[in-house]
């Protein structure tokens, strides 16, 4: 339980207000990507690819694209904050202050949220523009809050366990983004080999995107109830391997 409400409030404030001072950095960059995604593979492949399950080729990317913004924004920005404060050796005096665990990991862990959140919608707002559909805004809103949050309790357990940008950059570059890219953001798994489409089943961003497209297009190529439930265990899951972890103190105490 929270019993430190001062401090607690003051380190989230400070992991809010750590991006949003870089919005230029933190925001537009993703704006942008998205809009060269939608234009590269939505216009151009539209030709090729007319649509997938009834869908317009262009119209079914976009709830992965939206993911794809939320999960890399909100993995960066937890990974990030801990792993330069472990850098520049301003942990420790984070460590000494009267906040358990729990209170820190919270802290973190809403930082990457919200960033991961702000920018969902942003990007929501533009596919909206673009001709989305949203056929249940609620939960629409509510799977991007999820997966902000379960991204960002993963982005905090890598940065723990990270050392250098180098070994962060690891895990992004050889983990993180071939899931994202198997996930479905581009295509129906149904559109890939057996052993790809038997990866997907244990792929988290796969029943996120699935998730997203049930609430946005009312299709999927996961069971919807199956998506939800999976995506609230892992929910679950990475906040407790992240709360765990920092109790444990290991990579983080000197």
Known sequence: MIKNWVGFYTLSSREIMRFFSVWRQTIIPGIVTTLLYIFVFGVALENRIT??????????????????????NATANSASSMLQMKLLQTLPELLITPLSSLELSLSFIIGGTIRGFVNGVLILLICWLAGMPILNLPLTLLFIFLVAWSFSSLGLFVGQLSDSWDQLALIQNFVITPFSFLGGIFYSIKMLPAWAMTLSQVNPIYYAISALREATLGVSDAPFLTSSIFLIMFTVATTVMAVQLMATGKKIRF
């Open 51 to 72: 649509e997938i399950g009834g869908v317009s080729y262009k119209i079914y990317i976009l709830p992965g694209l939206l993911m794809m913004n939320v999960i890399t």
